[in-house]
């Protein structure tokens, strides 16, 4: 009984540790990406899921050789981890795991990294295996079009992994769902980034909205918000420039303190940048992911107000784009 005790707490033990270990191996993944990114974009962080590392990066390359050496660069740290532990016993434990001491956790390593080599490279987009996909279509497509064909094959993998999780492994929903969303959204955003290229701000922003000044009430914004479908609200300054942006958000947040002194100028906020009516689409649209803006101002010329930018006008601008067949991108 003590025999059977000690080896399930050692079982148990080299369970744990194999999750800890294979769990650590994802930052080196992304480590990796990050190394092969140095001569693109920067990488702000890396969120760390139970299928591995996902690097979220400024802006994704849409050179395919790029691309092809990033989505490449993660299995690679896999391939490198399952040959050090292959020379280090792995072949030996894999035949047989009680010759070697500590080869059963070796073993089970080396599979891990196996499975996970073989699992990233399935053309599940955007897992690596999707994204080798795309940039070996965006040398013969546009990146719009590739990342549609791959985004399409990537939910039919979704599909496939969800029925299988329904007979096998419950887990494999939770990769379903991860693959479906991540295709979808993946797609959509390309999409916007293509019919963005095509046109300046001025073509999709507001021309009618409500502006308030910095010493205006906060009853006032209240008001204003409550008469129109503005969420937002540019703030001008005595001379007609602009001040601030007065947001939803933080307009609740203030009524919330309860302070009548508060105006309008003391919780606005004051780091909005602004855009120009020439600016393209695609350069305000990385202003407002950068700045994290739920709207930016548009000025003209004569850095006068003349619009505002926000992220339904991009989604209307892509709806007005897909229904007209002629401009779709082919």
């Given at each position: 009984?003590?025999?059977?005790?000690?080896?399930?707490?050692?079982?148990?033990?080299?369970?744990?540790?194999?999750?800890?270990?294979?769990?650590?191996?994802?930052?080196?993944?992304?480590?990796?990406?990050?190394?092969?990114?140095?001569?693109?974009?920067?990488?702000?962080?890396?969120?760390?899921?139970?299928?591995?590392?996902?690097?979220?990066?400024?802006?994704?390359?849409?050179?395919?050789?790029?691309?092809?050496?990033?989505?490449?660069?993660?299995?690679?740290?896999?391939?490198?981890?399952?040959?050090?532990?292959?020379?280090?016993?792995?072949?030996?434990?894999?035949?047989?795991?009680?010759?070697?001491?500590?080869?059963?956790?070796?073993?089970?390593?080396?599979?891990?990294?196996?499975?996970?080599?073989?699992?990233?490279?399935?053309?599940?987009?955007?897992?690596?295996?999707?994204?080798?996909?795309?940039?070996?279509?965006?040398?013969?497509?546009?990146?719009a079009r590739a990342?549609?064909?791959?985004?399409?094959?990537?939910?039919?993998?979704?599909?496939?992994?969800?029925?299988?999780?329904?007979?096998?492994?419950?887990?494999?929903?939770?990769?379903?769902?991860?693959?479906?969303?991540?295709?979808?959204?993946?797609?959509?955003?390309?999409?916007?980034?293509?019919?963005?290229?095509?046109?300046?701000?001025?073509?999709?922003?507001v021309r009618e909205?409500?502006?308030?000044?910095?010493?205006?009430?906060?009853?006032?914004?209240?008001?204003?918000?409550?008469?129109?479908?503005?969420?937002?609200?540019?703030?001008?300054?005595?001379?007609?420039?602009?001040?601030?942006?007065?947001?939803?958000?933080?307009?609740?947040?203030?009524?919330?303190?309860?302070?009548?002194?508060?105006?309008?100028?003391?919780?606005?906020?004051?780091?909005?940048?602004?855009?120009?009516?020439?600016?393209?689409?695609?350069?305000?649209?990385?202003?407002?992911?950068?700045?994290?803006?739920?709207?930016?101002?548009?000025l003209d010329r004569?850095?006068?107000?003349?619009?505002?930018?926000?992220?339904?006008?991009?989604?209307?601008?892509?709806?007005?784009?897909?229904?007209?067949?002629?401009?779709?991108?082919?």
């Amino acid at each position: 009984m003590a025999g059977l005790r000690l080896l399930r707490a050692r079982r148990f033990r080299g369970g744990i540790e194999s999750r800890h270990i294979c769990f650590a191996s994802f930052p080196l993944r992304g480590v990796t990406r990050i190394r092969a990114r140095v001569r693109c974009e920067s990488v702000p962080d890396i969120t760390l899921l139970p299928i591995g590392g996902v690097a979220r990066l400024e802006r994704m390359p849409e050179e395919p050789v790029q691309e092809l050496i990033i989505a490449v660069a993660g299995p690679l740290v896999n391939v490198v981890i399952a040959l050090g532990l292959f020379i280090a016993g792995g072949s030996q434990a894999l035949l047989n795991p009680s010759s070697v001491e500590g080869g059963g956790l070796i073993a089970q390593l080396l599979t891990i990294n196996i499975m996970l080599v073989l699992f990233n490279l399935l053309p599940a987009f955007p897992m690596d295996g999707g994204r080798v996909l795309r940039a070996l279509l965006a040398t013969r497509l546009s990146y719009a079009r590739a990342t549609q064909v791959a985004a399409t094959v990537g939910q039919g993998f979704a599909f496939v992994f969800g029925f299988i999780g329904l007979l096998w492994n419950p887990f494999l929903l939770f990769i379903a769902l991860f693959v479906y969303i991540g295709a979808s959204q993946e797609a959509a955003l390309a999409q916007m980034r293509d019919v963005s290229r095509r046109f300046p701000v001025s073509s999709a922003m507001v021309r009618e909205f409500r502006t308030l000044s910095e010493d205006a009430s906060l009853q006032e914004a209240v008001d204003a918000l409550l008469a129109t479908s503005q969420h937002d609200f540019p703030v001008v300054g005595d001379t007609g420039n602009v001040a601030g942006l007065l947001t939803r958000q933080d307009l609740i947040a203030a009524l919330r303190k309860n302070d009548p002194a508060l105006r309008v100028g003391d919780v606005m906020r004051r780091d909005i940048p602004t855009v120009t009516t020439g600016t393209r689409f695609e350069d305000a649209f990385r202003i407002m992911q950068e700045c994290n803006c739920p709207a930016v101002p548009v000025l003209d010329r004569m850095k006068r107000l003349v619009g505002l930018l926000t992220p339904e006008n991009v989604t209307e601008l892509m709806m007005v784009q897909s229904a007209m067949p002629r401009r779709r991108v082919l």
